[in-house]
């Protein structure tokens, strides 16, 4: 009997504590505000003067707590958005200014790698050097608005003379045609390649300038002909390397928005107007990647070339990235993000090599070059 009664009584106690709960009056709030008060005053009732400030809390009227609501929610509507990866507000203004801006940083980092190898840069020198790209701009399309490359007219929408646009794309094509011509007439004979690719800021001073010099020599002496994009920095360091292991240099220069120039190295240069054209050229010339610590377009090189062996289009070619340190940021990414989202496959982290060593580096594209002649 007694254990029935107290059953009776826990299940009533509970049933009258869940109603009371349920209950949403200002008495219950402002008990729970109360509780928490004595609980941080280490169990202490609250003072005459907290008790007087809690009173005019909760004699404010129900509008002024809606005008509150309504202000926070308006506050916080203002701040929604995309962001930059800075914080900063995503608007077209905003990203205009970061294109000018990032612009405008890329001239002054290859400026810089010209400098630093004792070299005036291109864009202060009185006549170009016969080397570099073309720059002559033609305006049959569209209104010209400061320098325009052919990359950007190409991938600009037409928003005016529609007609006139589609009649010049077929000549369009025809140019593409001649860049893709001209290329493979220029390195139609290399047979082993490595196409190396960096920063163009890196000083001839820094160790990995210098890792890039002694890796390409290596490879040079191997065999090999070096592929870079012809720029200051991890560039130079690569077609110097080619140079004294008396190996081919090649460099694949682009039309910037400013003159890049080329380096002192190179022996054969071919210019190119179309990204996706020179890209071709690194990777159809070429049996491996080595990445040296670079920005986006060294970021882009590497990510197309392990693309390119996740799905099939290229094998045996090795992604070599060059100083561990650097890239271990983007490798804990890829294992801690992606891989573990399962955006990638657990085998697509091995299709990176991760090294310090220049003679590291050089035999393991010797080995892979190596497995492939081998293929039956």
């Keep these: ?47 005459k003067k907290q008790s007087a400030k809690d009173a005019v809390k909760e004699s404010a009227p129900e509008e002024r707590r809606k005008s509150r609501t309504t202000e926070m929610r308006a506050t916080l509507s203002k701040s929604k958005g995309p962001r930059t990866a800075s914080g900063k507000r995503g608007n077209p203004e905003q990203l205009a200014a970061a294109q000018a801006e990032a612009t405008e940083w890329l001239r002054e980092r290859t400026e810089q790698g010209h400098r630093a190898a004792g070299r005036t840069p291109p864009s202060q020198r009185g006549e170009p050097r016969p080397s570099t790209p073309a720059r002559r701009i033609d305006d049959d399309i569209r209104d010209l608005v400061g320098p325009v490359t052919e990359d950007e007219k190409l991938l600009q929408l037409p928003h005016a003379h529609r007609g006139d646009f589609t009649r010049t794309d077929p000549w369009r094509v025809m140019r593409i045609m001649g ?11 290399i047979d082993k390649g490595v196409s190396i690719f960096g920063s163009a800021r890196t000083p001839p001073d820094d160790l990995q300038y210098q ?11 191997a065999g090999f002909a070096i592929i870079t994009g012809a720029g200051p920095g991890i560039m130079e ?28 190295y190179v022996d054969t240069l071919v210019n190119f107007r179309y990204f996706f054209v020179r890209k071709t050229m690194f990777i159809k010339y070429s049996s491996a990647f080595i990445i040296f610590p670079g920005g986006f377009g060294t970021l882009d090189e590497a990510f197309e070339a392990l693309t390119l062996i996740q799905t099939g289009k290229i094998y045996q070619f090795p992604v070599i990235l060059f100083g561990r340190h650097y890239w271990a940021g983007l490798i804990r990414w890829l294992q801690s993000r992606v891989l573990l989202e399962k955006k990638i496959s657990p085998g697509d982290m091995d299709l990176m090599l991760l090294t310090d060593d220049p003679r590291e580096a050089a035999h393991a594209v010797v080995e892979a070059w190596t497995a492939t002649t081998k293929r039956p």
């Design 1 to 47: 009997m007694r254990r029935r009664k107290a059953v009776r009584t826990r299940r009533g106690k509970t049933e009258r504590r869940a109603r009371w709960r349920a209950d949403t009056s200002p008495r219950y709030t402002h008990r729970m505000a109360t509780s928490k008060r004595r609980s941080a005053n280490d169990g202490k009732p609250p003072t």
């Design 237 to 264: 360091a690569a077609n110097k390397g080619a140079r004294m292991g008396g190996g081919r240099s090649i460099g694949c220069n682009i039309e910037l928005p400013f003159e890049q120039g080329a380096n002192p």
């Design 211 to 221: 890792a890039a010099v002694e890796t390409a020599r290596l490879l040079a002496e």
């Design 179 to 189: 860049e893709f011509i001209e290329g493979f007439d220029d390195l139609a004979s």
